[in-house]
Each structure stands twice: as C-alpha cells, then as structure tokens.
C-alpha cells in the first residue's frame, strides 16, 4: 500500500480478515510518526503514534510497526471491520519540528 | 463539545472573488494549520501559526493569508479565487508536547 504514482493505492479485504498498511518514509532524521484515518467526508483522525526508539507499539486491535533500517511504518488492523474502511495516512515528525509531512495514503476497503 | 470546528463547510463560489473560511479549537492548543486536500486525496502543509510565529510553505500563493485573532482561532482568507484552488481545506491544531494533530471536518471549496 505505498503511495506512488497518480492513483491512490487500495487494500480491499474481507470483514474479519486482518489488514497491513505500509508507508515508507522519507528522512531518517524523523523520530516520532504517526497513523491517521480519513473517512469519507471527515477529517483525518489520529490512531496510534510510535517513536523512533520503539519498533512496535500496539493499541486496541491496531499494531503500528517501525523498521528505521529501511525506513518503513506499518499498520496492523486486526479483525477488519466494515467501519475501518477509510483512508489512511502516515506522518513523520523530525525532533524539534511540529510540522508533519503526511504520506500518499491508502485506501482500505472492507467488503462484509 | 466540537474540537476542531470550521466554517463553512461548503463555498461554492465564482472565480475572482474573495473569500474566508474560519477554524476555532477548543483544545487550547499553541499551534494551528491550514492543509489543502487535492481530488487524490494528497494533504498539503499550507501554513503552520505557533505563537505568532507563521511558518509558510512556499509553494502557496500570496493570494493564500491566514489570519489569528487570537490563540484559538486561524482564518483563512483567500484572495481572487482560481478554478486550481477547488479542494478541501483542513483546519488542525497540536500542543506544543507532541505533535499528533487535531483536524477539523473540512471546507470544500469549489470554484466555478
């Protein structure tokens, strides 16, 4: 699900079934990165954060995963549910800075 | 009990003229944004207003100026409309202690 190219990148999954977005980030300065969700009509919603000194950080049936060698974030929804479908964002935060750079997004659909 | 607010939520408005849209936050929050959100979904950093220091991107015309009259409140005025300018504009504020944001719901904004 990294967002490349014109077109907004899309996930579609089964109801129950558990789903991973990916982003790859782009400064290996950044140190705190953040998940948001976008449903249709709304604002982005903030999920769940993880600093550069953690790789995991696990919130209710949502699992962010941070890979600094390679400069990837993950997002691990467990038991996809028809309300998660939404599109979804990573941030990057650099230490010092309170200005995010937000990535392409992914478009999750969850079919019942 | 609404965080992030702005008005309107739609402007449908002619090319050339004039127009405002408002945010309020509730958060007591120190920083406040404006993001532009293209057709593909993409969120662009307009402005970034932190104790009345105005971080600009760049890219956005001078046709682009937000206004604070004070800590809770960042307007933002848009100066002879151009059919490129039709996108949703977000409203978001953060603390100064973590950088996760606060969006409000969005202003669509289309030109015609």
């Known amino acids: 699900g990294e967002s490349v190219g014109l077109h907004l990148p899309t996930l579609s999954v089964q109801e129950g079934d558990n789903s991973i977005i990916n982003c790859a980030y782009s400064n290996s300065a950044s140190d705190y990165f953040i998940w948001y969700k976008q449903e249709s009509g709304k604002g982005p919603q903030f999920i769940i954060d993880i600093r550069s000194n953690m790789d995991k950080r696990q919130g209710q049936r949502v699992t962010v995963l941070l890979n600094k060698t390679v400069k990837h974030l993950s997002l691990q929804i467990a038991a996809t549910q028809p309300g998660d479908s939404a599109v979804y964002f990573c941030?990057?935060?650099?230490?010092?800075?309170?200005?995010?750079?937000f990535g392409r997004g992914t478009s999750l659909i969850v079919h019942p | 009990d609404t965080a992030v607010s702005q008005t309107p939520k739609y402007l449908v408005t002619q090319m050339g003229n004039d127009k405002s849209i408002k945010c309020e936050q509730n958060l007591g929050h120190d920083t406040m944004y404006w993001y532009k959100q293209d057709s593909k979904k993409f969120l662009k950093i307009m402005f970034s207003y932190n104790n009345k220091e105005l971080i600009i991107n760049e890219t956005v015309p001078n046709r682009f100026s937000p206004k604070s009259p004070d800590k809770a409140h960042l307007n933002l005025h848009i100066n002879s409309l151009e059919l490129g300018d039709s996108a949703v504009y977000f409203c978001a504020s953060s603390s100064g202690i973590t950088p996760g944001q606060y969006f409000g719901p969005g202003t669509r904004l289309t030109v015609t």
């Open positions: 941030a990057e935060n650099i230490g010092g800075s309170y200005i995010p750079t």
